[in-house]
Structures are given as C-alpha cells and as structure tokens.
C-alpha cells in the first residue's frame, strides 16, 4: 500500500551502546504520525534494537542481506537470520552495495527474489550518477535499473516493495535534488512503472527520495505528489534532525 515512509539508513555507524541510545532516544521523542518510521542498523546490532523499540511503531530493518538460503558464505547474512530476529523489511541495492562491493543489476534481482520469496518486504534503491545526469541519460540510467533487477517479477510483488530514489550525485554530499527534479523523477517511475504493471500497481507503490535530505529541505521535497517520503543517511544519526524529518511528512 502507498504510505509515506520515512527511514534512517545507519550504515557502518554507531556501536551497539550508541545504536541503543539512538533507538531510545527516537522512541521517546517519536512524534504521532502516521508515516512508516524505519531505521536500519548495522547487522550486529539488529537484534538490540528490535527488542530496544518492542513497544514502538518504529520499524527495524536491515541494510543488506545475501541471496542464498545459507551454507559458505563467509560474512554474508540470510533472510531466515534477519526474520528470525524480528527483521522483515530489508534495502537491497543501495548506491555504496553497487560503488563499493560490486553488488550488479543481476545480483540485486537474486537479492530482491531471495527476500520476497521469504515474505519479506524489500526497500529498492536505485538512481543515477553524476555523469548519468550531466550527459542526460539519467531517465535511461533510472528505467533500466528497474527493467533489470525488478520488471521479470509478477504483479503480486509489488505490494512487497518499497522504491528509494536516490541520485548518487546527492547522497552524502550535501547537494540535494531540487524538489522540482525529484518530482520529475519521480513521476516518470511511476508513469514508467504503470506502462509495465497498470496503473493500480502504480499508484500503490510508495517512492521515497533519498540524497542529502536534511530538516531544512524536507517538508518542501516531501510536499511533491509522487515523492512518499525519504530515505535518510547522515541526518537520521541526529535524533533531533530526524525528528524534524519525521515532522515534515
Ligand atoms: C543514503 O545513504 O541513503 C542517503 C540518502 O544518505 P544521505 O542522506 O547522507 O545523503
């Protein structure tokens, strides 16, 4: 179903002491709402903080996981890990997976099957880099992302996932998409999104935008009709900026 969303992405921060004290943090300061409110801790310390937020609307999700069911693959994590600590949602495919460890259109299909086959929900990051932009294929870049790891599902798929938009340009540099260009983005997924499955599927689907959104530009990105909420990294280490994020839905 199309809710808004907002989730915090943690990557490779926060102990297990720190990560605690941010989960209590947000739980007590967790404004009503009824936007989804996510945040995804490194893996080991997951299952801290499901039982941290026992008694919040906050939901716990992973960062990653592997395709494979189990066996040697050293350092990887499955989904029946992730479910049997209380972890049903997972991102699969963010921009550091693909620039830093190699992680293909074709691996992030596997991921993505792998997850949804464990009734598990996934969030599915995708967008395009600078060059992409400049030269104007970023609409090519964006479409063929999802034709390649998500168009050989079935319909019945798609109430499973979440799409982040996130342009590469903009995460972790402080340079955000205008809210003008996320829309137009935005728009164009939807629209591309219902030449493929029909516009029910379409209009179903909750896109969240992600790239430097911060307390000061989030209520204008998130007022665009096509933008479902965001995906936020280095605000969302702040207990009080994503607070303010949250506030802006
Ligand atoms: C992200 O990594 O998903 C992200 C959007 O990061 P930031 O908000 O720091 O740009």
């Known amino acids: 179903m199309r809710n808004n969303i907002v989730a915090g992405n943690w990557k ?26 996510m945040v995804a ?7 801290g903080a ?21 066996g040697a693959y050293t350092g990887e994590i499955s989904a029946d890990m ?17 620039a830093y460890f190699g992680e293909t259109d074709e691996i992030l299909a596997k991921k993505v099957r792998a997850a949804l086959q464990k009734n598990m929900r996934v969030m599915f990051c995708f967008g395009e880099e600078l060059g992409d932009r400049k030269s104007g294929n970023h609409f090519k870049v964006v479409e ?3 034709q390649n790891a998500l168009f050989s599902l079935d319909a019945n798929a798609w109430p499973h996932l979440i799409l982040a938009y996130e342009p590469v ?3 972790g540099t402080g340079e955000t998409a205008s809210p ?3 829309q137009e983005m935005h728009g164009f997924i939807r629209e591309t999104l219902a030449q493929k499955y029909g516009s029910g599927i379409a209009n179903a689907v909750s896109i969240l935008y992600g790239g430097s959104v911060k307390p000061s530009n989030a209520a ?20 009080n900026d994503f607070i303010a994020i949250i506030k802006a839905i």
């Open 144 to 146: 063929s992302q999802l």
């Open 220 to 239: 204008e990105i998130f007022s665009k009709p096509d933008v479902d909420g965001g995906l936020i990294g280095g605000a969302s280490l702040v207990a």
């Open 12 to 37: 490779m921060n926060k102990t297990m002491s720190e990560t605690e004290a941010l989960v209590t943090e947000l739980a007590a300061m967790l404004p009503n709402t009824k936007a989804e409110v």
């Open 50 to 70: 499901v039982g941290s937020l026992s008694n919040s609307t906050i939901e716990v999700i992973a960062q990653n996981m592997y395709f494979a069911e189990s």
């Open 41 to 47: 801790p490194a893996f080991v310390n997951l299952a």
């Open 82 to 98: 992730l479910l049997n600590i209380g972890v049903s949602t997972v991102i699969i495919g963010h921009s550091e997976r693909r």
């Open 180 to 182: 003008e260009q996320a």
């Open 169 to 171: 340009w903009a995460i």
